[in-house]
């Protein structure tokens, strides 16, 4: 159509306005009218020309027109002039309606971007947004077209927009805006904001906020405020998503929000769950996108924040220790120096407050507190605190199974993450994750399924490395790990390495069980069948594993027990193991019912948990630090010692490491690594060592020169490895020994112990040394006993307040060489009657040659008591009874000490079943004591061994005829024998006499434990029951009598008969009838009464009743052992000692009478218990108060006050007058003059060796303290697995009294007889306290 483009416009206009026009002459009109308006400019002279466009285009048939091609040339013709006439286009308000109209429906295909009309559509939008006809919309007041525009913007929005149209439809949402904001509009602009699609929409909202935030920040902030405050009112959609519209406008639009956060405050603390919940979530998500600044900013909300960590509420809790985590693991991700400026103390603030959840009483909250921090941990192992992750591990103690179980999981990956990052190098040794394994065995547990030895051992084994991890690596954390590991670590990781033995062991059998041909098949089946149920012992659900190990059993594939006897050889490496592993799963199948079970069977038995490639690391590690004494080597000795003692065939391979470790002298040739060589010497694992001229060498100087316990186990290496007592490497180096003994004063060397124990070791191992060498050392051992050369002073005195004298432990030593000497049966039995006869004296005190001080008696006669219990082990049958009642009574001794390392050294040996049932009177001895400690672990000790010495003997029920003499029942016989023997035997019987005598006490701790074996709902009891045995033993000795005479043999039958009466109290349901017929007693002991009784005796007989003894069972109700209260003088006899309280401030403790000390005047028992009960009983409670007041116990003894000699627990209280003289010459040494008998001889250890000592008198040293001098507490155990005495005393606690000084003017006498004026006591009660005190323990 020729002719400027006005006319064309002109033209098209006139001719769109003919009537029926078709769709391809409109269409071919309208783009001619495009054409033409695109070459105009914007100007006001051509409203003319466009006149009749303009009334064309606004018909009704063409702005609804049906063809979307005529609809879109419409907008766009439309557009056009708009843009030409602007500002002041010709048109009404309403056609400006239906022109938006048009447009808006042409918007909804921007999102098409493959559409051919994609352009003018854009132009349509561009023109819209530089017109700013969104203006004339909202002036039009059309609401509801610009909602729908917005709507389809953000529609097309998500298929993703070019930039220009993006910036347009900006524009143009900005441009409303900035005329008039409504929620509705807001609303369209929030949901897309939050939605989780952070796509164009999202991105769309952003912009708009941003370009119009200022605009916006009024009405977003209302809107905020009645979201969080008018909880109450009505809400919309978007109301319930405020704080997803927070957090987004936190991040695009901060300024808008200065108002609203310190609302937040009123949201933390809401009376509603799920608003403190929401509330908290929030905050957790504003710290981490402000990187903490947010807390810094707002410290008032953040400080609100941080007291949610304590809500009431769990959910709360777990959702603030989430937030924490959220927050300090994308902290991670910076460096510390931004973390420092950034955050400042907040990140310390969050990780305190998930500190304190650690201890949350939830246990969903301890577990998720464990949780963040094993993952904060895993985010940054260097950077976080890692004594976190000890506070975290030490939730493995908690009291939920379930918190130990998840805490276990966590720490485990936590600690596999750890090591996978030292082995790539990105990550060091860290002593704070290596204390997770020691953690992880604190929740070792037998009666727990999930933390029992089988389970632990599968997690060391499998679980606590990366399967990446070399065994070299394995190594080295293990030496690490180790060294923190405590006994109690040490313990349970042994019981571990055991199990897996036994379990190992088993299997062997029953592969060869399986491989033998000659044996009947019936026969060996009952023997695969009890090895089936021993190894099933070492799973948790034990029938269902003896039921699949009869299924295993039962396959024909032999290659399959091929494998496990290849997998349980110990020479393998881990690679090897892995590949046998598969291929025995692989044989058996993963859809076999039985294929779980093979699993752990083929972890259980392979050495995954230690294997020989881990010892040559170790060592050859050790081998680089031999001369520095490093806690590496340290832990390395130790983690190898206890390899060594369960699994000693794991060292094969390692023998050259061995050679060179002990080829020289170092550091690291020590108590330890000798005690390895033994053991591995002593082992039946074959060790290919030569026994190499420089390795004994190196042994023979540790028997000269080094420690006790150095030379006890390199005697214990070279007797191994020699193989033959009576080698000549034995008799050189014997020789040696006793040469340098001779040339030793004693005075000034101080490597005697080391001699002596090598000297004993050397005679136990080879007893034929001890006849070339008897002279030389009965002469040594005769001059460290009697020789007054070298005896201490006060100026000579131990520096160890806790130790006895130098020339005391001289002593113990030697007689603990002579028990050794006395051990091997085949050389001793011509002394060691003598030996036995002067331990007896030593005990009793009546071996009065000895040069010792008064305060190292105790300690010496320890050491006498633990030699007879020693030689116990090998010739019991030749103590006598009255070496075995003295030795018994120790348990009673005055020193507090001596009676708690006597009755521990017995626990020990009866544990071990290395001593007769018989010495467990000594618990029913001790049980009573004044002591709280002593008695507690006295009624415990006897408890136990009555308990496993009973199920040894239901065992020997089956199999012996003579088992009621190893019945632990049959000790009731000794111990009725030794009370027979004690002077304070009650001889009246009245009601009094019987309440206030403690002697029944230890009969009544017996006889109560030994009922208490049977069960208590037992009916009827056999032959072999302990209340059966009970019965049966007390009718046996009331038809004996003793070897020694009559008086005896009356009170053995008072005993049996008050004995036969209580079992009958305490068991209701005891019959004569279940009695065996036939009792046994010892000969040495008893005999067979051959006389009637004496009329005086059955009348003393008749006055022994039900109710009598009734009155003593309740007058000796069982004791609260928890609790360390003073004895009763009614039920506990006097002590010679202050005998120490467990926790006391003091040493010297008050005293309390009690049932444990023997006195040796009858007469003075008798008026002391009836004095008791005369008094009355408010004098008694004042006298106990007052007694108490002035630090004096009950029965006389002194206080913590008191620091006089009398005070002293480890010398025996002398006469009081001696004591007063005593004490006006405490600061000086007191020689005693002990006068012998001139036919006294030293009768040592052989009776062809009678050394007489003839001197006028011994000068013994009698060491009292000075003013500010402790006493000395130390206690010698004789023991034969530790060198020096030293580490051996049970240490007595120490007095922190410090004003005793002004008491030692006053004697004893003169202290209680104030005592008593000032409690009112009555003379006779003096009388009494004077009495009681001078009691003594004797046989």
């Not at 429906?105 to 006809?133: H, Q, W």
């Not at 050495?607 to 590496?632: D, G, P, Q, V, Y």
């Not at 403790?1149 to 009858?1162: E, H």
Request: with cysteine; aromatic share 8%.
């Amino acid at each position: 159509m020729p002719g400027s483009a006005e006319q064309v416009v002109s033209e098209v206009g006139k001719r769109l306005a003919q009537p029926r026009l078709g769709k391809d002459a409109l269409v071919k009109l309208l783009k001619q009218a495009e054409s033409a308006l695109s070459e105009l400019s914007q100007s006001s002279s051509l409203h003319d020309a466009l006149r009749p466009l303009s009334k064309s285009l606004v018909q009704t048939s063409l702005l609804s027109h049906k063809d979307k091609d005529v609809r879109l040339l419409v907008a766009v013709c439309f557009i056009e002039v708009m843009r030409i006439l602007a500002p002041d286009p010709p048109f009404t308000d309403e056609i400006f309606k239906e022109i938006f109209r048009l447009f808006i429906s042409e918007f909804v295909g921007l999102a098409d971007s493959g559409s051919p009309y994609l352009t003018r559509r854009m132009k349509i939008l561009e023109n819209v947004a530089a017109l700013r006809c969104s203006v004339i919309m909202v002036d039009t007041g059309c609401q509801d077209l610009v909602l729908d525009m917005a709507k389809i913007f953000f529609s097309a929005a998500k298929q993703g927009l070019q930039q220009c149209v993006h910036q347009a439809m900006v524009s143009i949402m900005t441009q409303i805006l900035n005329e008039k904001v409504t929620q509705a509009l807001l609303d369209v602009i929030f949901r897309n904001l939050v939605k989780e699609d952070k796509g164009g929409a999202h991105k769309l909202a952003v912009d708009i906020i941003q370009n119009c935030a200022e605009k916006l920040e009024h009405t977003v902030r209302m809107f905020l405020s009645s979201c969080i405050f008018n909880k109450g009112a009505p809400v919309n959609e978007h109301k319930k998503l405020h704080h997803k519209i927070i957090l987004e406008l936190f991040q695009c639009a901060p300024q808008m929000l200065f108002a609203v956060i310190p609302s937040l405050t009123h949201e933390l603390l809401s009376d509603q769950v799920d608003i403190r919940l929401e509330a908290v979530q929030l905050i957790g998500r504003l710290l981490v996108f402000s990187n903490l600044r947010f807390g810094q900013e707002n410290q008032l909300v953040f400080m609100e924040f941080l007291k949610r960590f304590s809500d009431k509420s769990a959910e709360v809790r777990i959702a603030a220790i989430d937030a924490a985590k959220v927050c300090l693991v994308r902290l991670e991700l910076f460096s510390q120096r931004e973390i420092a400026v950034s955050s400042g103390n907040i990140a310390q603030d969050i990780l305190k407050s998930l500190e304190g959840r650690l201890l949350d009483f939830d246990d969903k909250v301890r577990i998720r507190a464990v949780y963040a921090v094993c993952d904060l941990a895993k985010s940054n192992l260097s950077s976080f605190p890692s004594e976190l992750i000890l506070q975290a591990a030490e939730r493995l103690r908690d009291k939920k199974i379930s918190v130990r179980k998840n805490v276990m999981h966590k720490l485990l990956d936590l600690y596999r993450d750890y090591c996978e990052k030292c082995s790539k190098g990105i990550a060091t040794i860290n002593p704070h994750y290596e204390q997770i394994p020691a953690k992880l065995l604190l929740c070792f547990d037998k009666d727990c399924g999930s933390f029992r030895p089988q389970n632990m051992g599968l997690i060391f084994a499998e679980e606590i490395f990366p399967s990446s991890l070399s065994p070299k690596e394995r190594a080295m954390h293990w030496v690490e790990f180790f060294y923190y590991f405590k006994s109690q670590h040490v313990k349970a990781l042994r019981i571990i390495f055991s199990q897996k033995r036994r379990l190992l062991l088993e299997m062997q059998a029953y592969l060869s069980l399986r491989a033998k041909k000659e044996e009947s098949s019936d026969e060996i089946e009952k023997k695969i069948c009890g090895s089936f149920r021993k190894m099933s012992a070492s799973f948790a659900d034990i029938p269902k594993v003896e039921e699949c190990f009869e299924n295993l059993h039962q396959m024909k594939d032999n290659n399959i027990f091929k494998d496990l006897t290849e997998l349980i050889k110990e020479g393998i490496t881990f690679a090897t193991v892995r590949s046998i592993r598969d291929s025995f799963l692989k044989r058996i199948g993963n859809k076999h019912p039985i294929f779980n079970f093979c699993k752990q069977l083929s972890t259980e038995l392979s050495h995954s948990l230690f294997n020989w490639e881990m010892i040559c690391a170790i060592l050859e590690a050790l081998l680089s630090c031999r001369n520095e004494s490093t806690h590496f080597a340290e832990s390395a000795c130790d983690l190898l010692l206890l390899v060594a003692l369960v699994f000693p065939s794991l060292f094969r391979g390692s023998e050259e490491y061995l050679l060179k470790l002990f080829s020289e002298e170092s550091v690291l040739i020590n108590e330890k690594t000798l005690q390895m060589l033994a053991y591995l010497a002593k082992s039946a694992c074959h060790l290919s060592v030569n026994f190499s001229s420089d390795v004994y060498l190196l042994l023979e100087q540790k028997c000269i020169d080094g420690t006790r316990a150095e030379s006890k186990y390199a005697i214990s290496a070279i007797a191994s490895l020699i193989q033959s007592p009576d080698d000549k490497k034995f008799a050189k180096l014997c020789k040696k020994v006793v040469g340098v003994l001779k040339k030793t004063y004693l005075p000034d060397n101080h490597n005697i112990p080391t001699l002596l124990q090598s000297l004993g070791l050397i005679l136990e191992h080879s007893p034929s040394m001890y006849t070339s060498y008897d002279e030389h050392i009965i002469k040594f051992v005769q001059r460290v006993f009697v020789s007054s050369e070298f005896v201490s002073t006060p100026g000579l005195s131990p520096p160890d307040e806790n130790a006895c004298s130098f020339s005391c432990k001289l002593k113990i030593y030697c007689l603990k060489v002579l028990v050794k000497s006395c051990l091997p049966r085949t050389t001793a039995l011509d002394r060691i009657e003598n030996f036995l006869k002067m331990l007896l004296e030593i005990i009793s005190e009546e071996f009065t040659s000895i040069t010792i001080c008064d305060y190292d008696k105790p300690y010496l006669r320890l050491a006498a008591g633990k030699s007879v219990l020693r030689l116990a082990t090998r010739w019991d049958s030749h103590i006598s009874p009255k070496l075995f009642r003295t030795a018994l009574l120790m348990a009673r001794d005055s020193s507090y000490i001596v009676r708690k390392s006597f009755i521990c050294k017995i626990y020990g040996l009866l544990k071990n079943h290395a001593i007769p049932i018989r010495y467990a009177c000594a618990f029913a001895l001790s049980s009573t004591d004044c002591a709280g400690d002593v008695r507690t672990e006295s009624h415990r000790y006897l408890i136990e061994v009555l308990k496993e010495q009973g199920g040894v003997s239901v065992h020997q029920n089956r199999t012996s005829k003579d088992s009621i003499v190893e019945h632990p029942t049959y000790a009731v016989v000794f111990l009725i024998h030794a009370l027979a023997y004690d002077r304070e035997f009650p001889l009246n019987f009245s009601e009094k006499e019987t309440i206030s005598s403690g002697f029944w006490s230890p009969l009544v701790v017996m006889l109560r434990e030994l009922v208490e074996i049977d069960n208590p709902n037992r009916t009827e009891h056999g032959p072999t029951s302990s209340v059966s045995i009970l019965l049966g033993i007390f009718s046996a000795v009331q038809k004996a009598q003793d070897l020694s005479g009559s008086d005896i043999t009356h009170k053995l039958h008072i005993l049996s008969k008050i004995g036969l009466l209580m079992v009958k109290e305490l068991d209701k349901h005891c019959k004569m009838s279940d009695s065996p017929r036939h009792i046994l007693l010892p000969s040495s002991y008893y005999r067979l009464s051959a006389s009637e009784r004496k009329a005086d005796e059955c009348c003393q007989l008749d006055l022994i009743t039900d109710s009598f003894v009734k009155r003593i069972l309740k007058a000796h109700e069982p004791y609260n052992h928890q609790e360390d209260t003073e004895c009763s003088i009614i039920t506990e006899r006097p002590s010679k000692e202050s005998a120490p309280k467990r926790g006391a401030s003091s040493s010297l403790n008050k005293s309390s009478v009690g049932p444990r000390a023997s006195g040796q005047d009858q007469g003075k028992v008798k008026k002391s218990s009836v004095l008791a009960e005369d008094v009355s009983k408010k004098n008694d409670q004042n006298s106990i108060h007052s007694l108490e007041k002035d630090k004096v116990s009950s029965c006389g003894s002194a206080g913590t006050k008191l620091s006089s000699p009398g005070s002293l627990g480890l010398a025996k209280e002398a006469d009081s007058r001696d004591r007063a003289s005593l004490l006006e010459n405490q600061n000086r040494p007191t020689v005693k003059k002990i006068p012998l008998k001139s036919d006294q001889k030293w009768e040592f250890v052989n009776d062809t060796m009678l050394t007489e000592v003839k001197f006028a008198s011994l000068c013994i040293f009698t060491r009292y303290p000075s003013k500010n001098t402790n006493i000395p507490t130390y206690n010698s155990e004789l023991d034969e697995d530790v060198g020096d005495c030293d580490d051996n005393f049970v240490k007595c606690p120490l007095s922190n009294n410090k004003t005793g000084a002004g008491l030692r003017k006053k004697s004893k006498r003169a202290l209680d007889l104030r005592s008593a004026q000032n409690s009112g006591l009555t003379a006779d009660t003096v009388s009494n306290v004077r009495c009681t005190r001078s009691r003594k323990v004797q046989a």
